[in-house]
């Protein structure tokens, strides 16, 4: 999935895709104040380096009854499947889950001693991060409590948790849920469980690279299974109805049966029936099928995303995890949208790439900004804001896909946001003038940008592998960097006044470029711990990005670093010469991306993407310690309730805010709880 991801930290014209689902990430985006009136109750909680968000449904009143019921059915479909995530994030997660809510509902001791609310974070970090390791980061979450006084919790509320699974929690094994350290066997080092503990890089690519698939139109190998060693045999476990996660997947095609039967027309019911059918069978045949059936399920007001899906979680970047997102159309954003969608061609045909590289035909690329209605899987706590489906480019090139804005999402966390760390990191009066007049909406068209025409754009030469293959570990931050180097590039173009997009050109893209540099070269710093490297495939994009243009525009002065009064600050002094450099440095991420450069793509990760300035990052931190608004945010969803006749049947649906996250976290695992801790 293309997908877009928030942080608190930065306003730019940068969201982060879930592309190629890279996982998931953030949106480069340091969200202004809101201005609105509503006393709607934004933000509910918040701990460690987490904001607890809620959404609202807009317009759910306005959809007839079937349409709710088809809303309904397709997220208790996502929530049955809550614990696959779980699962395939790491081996001993639920079993962790199952004993820390034990503690939590029957513990009768102390509950105002440090101890104790040292635990509750830890819980709620956990619940967030759907497992140990931290949703963002990927580093095992450290608890604050000792080894001992957990046991004293599992002794008096009669909880069990032992052997690896009780150890783990405090000791150094399975440190990364993921881990690309260039001199590393990336999925022995990897904690994530889609790999059997004894499977090696080089098992991986033996099995995989021997399967022969069609060239022109292949399935993506390894999608929706885990593979194991049998007797020391190599064989997949595939995610299917009497397979891995039978007994979730079984709930899921349940409700996907009741979805279908109020499907709002032939081709959602068309796509619903091969969806459930690929759930029997586990055919990644059937998969695309559906795929296709889906992306030309255009018709209707509601829409879905649902399956294994996003590889950013797997470090060979086969593997998918588990998403579901729930969508309500909603209409008058995204005819506002639409304009890009219909010159997609002209952003192709008038791009810096070169000549070979470009697309002669981009193929149904549609545009929509929709209403979330509930998320599950991946996408839940922590959401993307905008997501690109599907993943298969030769589906891709020959159907299409759908490109969606989370709109009730971004709405959400506008309307939570503050401006401190615009104005603690922007440069100058004129910079923060810019980002409070434009900086929304160079945000949207950015995200618009990347998703509708940057990754739908560009080609791979003939004979070459897909970018998983070819460039491997770097495939999804060059994906990412690739497609906001191609947002970036138009950002800056008179052609989105002439679209009617935005009122003034110059002063969005200004406004677009202060944001995307101030975040890759320092505000996402705050979000890294100080001495680590930057591992996350979208905040290693926007570091090399940035970094590379910082480079090679130094003897122009395109961008001057200053200091003053001890702090740090990056001033754009020569727009047109920074969109000279983004668009010469798309051209060559496109060559890397079309001949499968993996030399050239692994320099321009590690050189510019990886390593931190210590004694930046040390400012940083200590220039944002003075801001409270936690880094990262998420979201409980809305519960819908139905309401039923005395014969049983629904009648209606009233819309319900949980009162707290752990109250809703406790109720999904009290409801949805399919799997057993050795699934």
């Known amino acids: 999935m293309k997908r877009i991801f928030w942080t608190t930290c930065t306003l730019c014209a940068v969201l982060l895709f879930s592309c190629d689902n890279d996982k998931k990430e953030v949106a480069p985006a340091e969200v202004a104040v809101a201005e609105t009136s509503d006393t709607f109750e934004y933000q509910i909680d918040q701990f460690a380096d987490v904001k607890i968000l809620r959404y609202q449904i807009p317009g759910w009143e306005d959809l007839s009854l079937d349409k709710q019921k088809l809303v309904y059915y397709l997220t208790q479909a996502g929530l049955e499947g809550r614990d696959i995530m779980w699962d395939q994030n790491y081996r001993h997660n639920l079993k962790i889950r199952k004993a820390l809510e034990n503690i939590y ?6 509950k105002n001693s440090e101890n104790w609310k040292q635990f509750e974070t830890y819980l709620k970090r956990v619940w967030f991060s759907n497992g140990i390791h931290h949703h963002y980061s990927n580093d095992k979450i450290k608890p604050e409590f000792s080894k001992e006084y957990l046991q004293e919790l599992l002794t008096e509320t009669n909880s069990t948790l032992e052997g690896e699974a009780l150890e783990v929690i405090f000791n150094g094994e399975d440190a990364k849920k993921v881990n690309l350290n260039k001199d590393a066997d990336i999925v022995l080092a990897s904690a994530i469980n889609f790999y059997g503990p004894d499977v090696t890089t080089a098992d991986v690519e033996a099995f995989y690279g021997a399967i022969e698939v069609n060239a022109d139109e292949p399935i993506e190998v390894g999608l929706n299974s885990r593979l194991v060693k049998e007797n020391g045999t190599l064989v997949e476990q595939v995610y299917k109805s009497g397979g891995r996660y039978g007994a979730a997947i079984d709930r899921i095609i349940e409700w996907l049966e009741k979805a279908k039967g109020v499907a709002e027309n032939e081709n959602q019911a068309k796509a619903l029936g091969l969806l459930i059918e690929y759930y029997k069978t586990g055919s990644l045949d059937t998969w695309d099928d559906y795929a296709v059936a889906w992306v030309n399920a255009t018709e209707g007001d509601i829409d879905w995303i649902n399956g294994f899906i996003e590889v950013y979680n797997d470090p060979k970047g086969y593997k998918g995890s588990y998403e579901t997102i729930v969508e309500i159309k909603d209409f008058d954003m995204s005819k506002k949208m639409d304009v890009l969608s219909k010159e997609a061609q002209w952003f192709e045909d008038n791009s810096p790439l070169m000549a070979e590289h470009k697309k002669e035909n981009v193929t149904g690329v549609s545009y929509k900004t929709v209403i979330v209605a509930g998320e599950a899987g991946d996408a839940s706590p ?3 804001i905008g997501v690109n489906l599907p993943n298969n480019n030769w589906i891709r090139q020959k159907h299409g896909s759908k490109s969606v ?4 999402i971004i709405n959400s966390y506008n309307n939570a946001g503050g401006s401190g760390r615009l104005k603690e990191f922007a440069h100058d009066a004129e910079e923060i003038e810019l980002q409070e007049k434009y900086g929304k909406n160079a945000s949207k068209l950015h995200t618009a940008l990347h998703e509708v025409v940057g990754h739908a754009s560009g080609k791979i030469n003939e ?3 897909t970018p998983k293959e070819t460039l491997k570990s770097y ?20 052609k989105l006044e002439e679209l009617g997009l935005v009122e003034d050109w110059e002063g969005t893209g200004k406004a677009a470029y202060d944001g995307y540099i101030r975040n890759g070269l320092i505000t996402q710093l705050v979000r890294l711990e100080l001495g680590k490297d930057v591992e996350e495939a979208h905040m290693r994009n926007r570091q090399w990005v940035s970094a590379w243009v910082f480079e090679k525009g130094q003897e122009e002065n395109v961008i001057e670093k200053a200091t003053r009064d001890g702090k740090t600050y990056y001033d754009i002094k020569d727009y047109q010469k920074l969109r000279a450099l983004f668009g010469e440095l798309l051209r060559e991420t496109q060559r890397i991306t079309s001949e499968g450069d993996y030399e050239a793509a692994k320099a321009l990760v590690e050189d510019y993407g990886v390593k931190v300035n210590r004694t930046i990052h040390e400012e940083v931190l200590e220039r944002n310690s003075q801001f409270k608004t936690a880094p990262y945010g998420g979201f409980v969803n809305p519960d819908i309730v139905p309401t039923m006749n005395d014969a049983g049947e629904i009648t209606g649906f009233t819309i319900e805010q949980p009162e707290s996250f752990e109250s809703q976290m406790l109720r999904y695992s009290e409801a ?3 799997l057993t801790a050795d699934e």
Do not use: H, Q
């Not at 509902?105 to 102390?110: A, N």
């Not at 804005?405 to 009730?408: A, F, K, R, T, V």
């Open 672 to 674: 949805y709880s399919n």
């Open 475 to 494: 495939k999804s931050t060059i994906e990412e960097g690739r497609a906001d180097l191609f947002g970036l590039y138009y950002l800056m173009d008179p």
């Open 105 to 110: 509902t029957t513990y009768s001791g102390d």
């Open 382 to 384: 922590s959401t993307p």
């Open 405 to 408: 804005s989370l709109g009730n």
């Open 463 to 465: 004979g070459v592998g």
